[in-house]
């Protein structure tokens, strides 16, 4: 009887995966238009060249997986896949895609797991629900590093953000200082030693070598990263070369950008007491019921 069980939920388990890959290869392709434009402009074919290099001596299992996973599943499988997101968080394609993989995976094995050991317990757990938990929960982790890639993206952008005010001034006080263009942004990137700094840093040094200009570069990234912020900055510093009154400019823009950030704090600040607001009016409406809740009863008894 128990190898029976155990057959069945073998069963399920593999009529599960077996329609999830149905259902995924029969849904329709609907890729997105600026994605499949970066894929095969220069940019993205260099970033998948650097991708492909670490990816081939890649130890971690989600790396290896995603490897396998590229090579033999087509591209519509993946859906829209977060490219600027990715790059902003360095985190290679194949690593990402392994990943899904991996955790799309685990879901269909919780489900059965979870099954065997109810039945073995002595519950009778009809074939359907593990068949559809496997579906579930396999779609439901199969997205999960969607969802944090974007969180993680969200939370940086804000972080850059905040460093790219204190960058601006930086570079206003350099230029004010007599510094050109393109020194007056590298100074200014060797200042700072977090990731933001070290990251435009990294594109002025490359721009530098390229022989490409410094706003130039600073544009390219905020197109590949997804930071309008890091534009304007750009933009301001294009103009400096056209004799523009840079250090007003800069500095207004930093300022900007600080009242931009303190409006959303405040803004949160303002949800959050409004959260805070609500168990505090249930108190006083629970007060409020058990002052009145005496008379009330008292009034109906000598009804």
Do not use: C
């Amino acid at each position: 009887m128990t190898t029976g069980l155990q057959l069945a939920l073998l069963g399920g388990a593999l009529v599960g995966l077996g329609l999830s890959l149905i259902a995924w290869w029969l849904m329709p392709a609907d890729p997105d238009p600026v994605d499949v434009v970066h894929r095969y402009s220069p940019e993205g074919v260099r970033a998948r060249t650097a991708d492909a290099g670490p990816a081939v001596q890649a130890t971690t299992t989600p790396d290896r997986l995603g490897i396998w996973a590229i090579k033999r599943f087509p591209a519509s499988w993946w859906g829209k896949t977060p490219t600027k997101e990715l790059a902003l968080l360095r985190i290679p394609v194949h690593r990402f895609y392994g990943k899904k993989v991996l955790y799309g995976i685990t879901g269909l094995l919780i489900a059965p797991v979870l099954s065997y050991f109810f039945v073995a317990l002595g519950w009778s757990i009809p074939i359907l629900i593990p068949v559809v938990g496997s579906l579930l929960l396999a779609i439901g982790l199969f997205l999960t590093p969607d969802i944090d890639v974007r969180t993680d993206a969200r939370h940086a952008r804000a972080e850059f953000g905040r460093a790219l005010g204190a960058y601006t001034d930086l570079v206003a006080l350099e230029r004010l200082g007599g510094s050109g263009s393109r020194q007056s942004m590298e100074l200014a990137a060797e200042v700072g030693d977090s990731w933001v700094f070290q990251r435009i840093g990294e594109e002025l040094a490359r721009s530098r070598w390229s022989g490409l200009a410094p706003w130039d570069a600073l544009n390219a990234l905020s197109d590949e990263l997804g930071l309008p912020e890091l534009d304007d900055l750009a933009d301001i510093m294009r103009l400096s070369k056209e004799g523009s009154q840079v250090y007003s400019n800069l500095r207004a823009r930093s300022g900007a950008l600080r009242s931009a950030m303190l409006n959303e704090e405040l803004a949160k600040a303002n949800a959050t007491g409004e959260r805070m607001s609500m168990p505090m009016s249930l108190l006083g409406v629970v007060f409020l019921a058990i002052l009145v809740a005496p008379q009330l009863l008292r009034v109906m008894a000598g009804g």
